[in-house]
């Protein structure tokens, strides 16, 4: 999965816990990483098993 930031201010580790703070039956959250995508900004990659 691949969360994209809307610019070089986004607090990543806060979306990163929001993201992991989803919960349903069977969902597993794996690694992640940030990928630098340009200009200062990131993206999120998560791994995730349902």
């Not at 809307?6 to 990483?33: F, H, P, Q, Y």
């Amino acid at each position: 999965m691949e969360v994209n930031s809307r610019d070089d201010e986004t607090d990543m580790a806060a979306l990163e816990a929001a993201v992991r703070s989803i919960e349903k039956d069977g969902l597993v959250w794996g690694a992640s990483k940030l990928v630098a995508v340009g200009f200062g900004i990131k993206k999120l990659q998560i791994n995730l098993v349902c």
